[in-house]
């Protein structure tokens, strides 16, 4: 509990059932819940604290050789797409890990478009490419990003069914992209700090998003209505008009944001290197609506999910948190290896870890 004495405590297997579900005990303090082959509830009364541990469904081993920095799944869940410090990006079948496609790259982050067909990344080689998801090879490079930037791409974002891209990078920029003339359409945003990650969503009708200093351009498609946030490494929250490119919000955390999401066009999430989870409404940043706090480890990933959302952090921990369960599910295995990155379709949720291995988790029975 914060500002109190870490509790602890163990747990104990007795033996197994006639269908093969652990007994298990836990010591005094600590009471265990439903147990399954897969889940342990387990709380502790005295704090009002409940969590479910979950066992992945399956794991994949063998899609790298070694720390594997992002994944994706693709919208109908029929395929997966990661990038690894082997130097290689694989797409491969999300039932099976099977491997369809294999590239190289420096590849640090990628995303699905909404068909699923096609791949957006970017990374430390200052570049952001479109590639097929069933074919070997780039089919189009949007930019050397060297030439604008001289710093690799952290993050990027799709507006709406992809027509425009968006990027951000170490030297501070936000860049809106035009995918079918590979150019850039214009600076979202230039921080003079840089810029970790990056989400775009609709935002709330009360929101003054700011007027364009001149008409967008008639390549510029689905950016009216839209915010775009920037996690910066200043330790800065900001929210910028996509189409007027003017600032909407500016709210400062406790230490560098590295990542950030919309749970809704109301409210939005974002996550620091010192632990920090905050839930912020865009319509009043003045002060967060809470702070969670489960470690000190950096937080890498968010992702809405349901009603509510998936962290990842450095230490290994993995968890979710949903409006309608009064515990934490938290994902287990990774240990103490950072869970890089978080993706989900329907029931079933995927994790990319620093030990080289994707897991995948089954939600169906909780």
Known sequence: PPGKPTLYGSVTRRGLSSDGVPDIVASEGFVVGE????????????????TKFLAPYTSFCRIHQKSITCLDISSGGG???????????????AANGEIRVRTSGLDVFLLFFPSGLVVLS?????????????????????????????AGVLDTAIVDRGRNVLSCSRDGTARLWDCGKSACLGVIADCGSPVNGIAVGTADNSLNL????????????GTEGKILLLAREDKKLQ????????????FIGSDAFNCCTFLSSTYILAGT???????????????????IHRSGAPVLSLLPYRDGFIASQGDGTCFIVQQDLDYVLDLTEADCDPVYKVASWEKEIYTCCRDGIVRRYQLSDL
Request: glycine residues 8%; hydrophobic residues 35%.
């Open 35 to 50: 147990v399954t082959k897969k889940s342990i509830l387990i709380s502790c009364p005295h704090e009002y604290v409940s």
């Open 273 to 291: 290197q010192d632990g920090n989870i905050y839930q912020l409404d865009v319509r009043n940043t003045n002060a967060p609506i809470q702070v």
């Open 210 to 221: 700011g007027t364009p200093e001149k008409p967008p351009s008639e390549r510029e498609v």
């Open 239 to 250: 929210g910028v008009g996509l189409q007027s490119r003017q600032p909407v919000f500016l």
């Open 122 to 150: 970017g990374g430390m080689d200052a570049q952001l490419k479109i590639c097929s998801a069933w074919e070997i090879g780039c089919f189009l490079c949007l930019y050397e990003h060297s030439r604008w930037f001289h």
């Open 79 to 93: 395929l997966g797409v990661s990038t690894s410090t082997d130097g290689t990006m694989k797409i491969w079948q």
